[in-house]
């Protein structure tokens, strides 16, 4: 069970909007550590696509973006493309457990 | 550039030790954290724990602690992971990665290691 929960899977067709959640509490998002956001790609390593909430390294898209509200943050992705099938991760820190936490990750399918 | 070279895919018996690398480059080894992560068959992402190069300050998840032991080594930039006695339950994959920027808490990862892959089995 990871201290931060993701739906297990969403899906759209090329060109959409689709949103992917990720719920914490107060113990981490809800006192305001930041949320990163993670893109791991079919047998790839894990690679940063937002840092800080809302902010995308150079390089990834602006059809990517993020943002967060009380106890949960969202990962946003427009203009769905095939190349974005992958699987997504969020990740903040929990101070009562001292340590960075991860959500369960969500596998996007596009249609 | 900042790279994260893990070593190659390794295959034990249980009960056999192992130590695993991540050698860096293009960055300020001892200046930052450097952490370990664990990506079971089919699963997702678990943060064992990190180190700090600088003074060998290490930090590990309770569900780690005991299993696993982290370490550093200054002088050719490469953080390793070791087993004592491996089980059938530590085949996965595992990261390294470094933290973005100086401090523990509301930090990244970035960038990652390739990866080593880690199969356990008699």
């Known amino acids: 069970q990871s201290v931060l929960t993701q739906p297990p899977s969403v899906s759209g067709a090329p060109g959409q909007r689709v949103t992917i959640s990720c719920t914490g509490s107060s113990s981490n998002i809800g006192t305001g550590y930041n949320v990163h956001w993670y893109q791991q790609l079919p047998g790839t390593a894990p690679k940063l696509l937002i840092y800080?909430?809302?902010n995308r390294p150079s390089g990834v898209p602006d059809r990517f973006s993020g943002s967060n509200s009380g106890t949960s943050a969202s990962l946003a992705i427009t203009g769905l493309q095939a190349e974005d099938e992958a699987d997504y991760y969020c990740q903040s820190y929990d101070n009562s457990l001292s340590e960075s936490v991860f959500g369960g990750g969500t596998k996007l399918t596009v249609l | 550039e900042v790279q994260l070279v893990q070593s190659g895919a390794e295959v034990k018996k249980p009960g056999e030790s192992l130590k695993i690398s991540c050698q860096t480059s293009?960055?300020?080894?001892?200046?930052?954290?450097i952490a370990w992560v664990r990506q079971m068959p089919g699963k997702g992402l678990e943060w064992m724990g990190i180190?700090?190069?600088?003074?060998?300050?290490?930090r590990y998840s309770p569900s780690f602690r005991g299993q696993v032991t982290i370490s550093a080594d200054k002088s050719i930039s490469t953080a390793y992971l070791q087993w004592t006695s491996l089980k059938v339950s530590d085949t996965a994959m595992y990261y390294c990665a470094k933290l973005a920027i100086f401090g523990v808490a509301n930090n990244w990862f970035d960038p990652w290691g390739q990866g080593t892959l880690v199969t356990v089995s008699s």
């Open positions: 293009g960055y300020s080894f001892t200046n930052y954290w």
């Open positions: 800080n909430n809302n």
């Open positions: 180190i700090y190069p600088g003074d060998s300050d290490t």
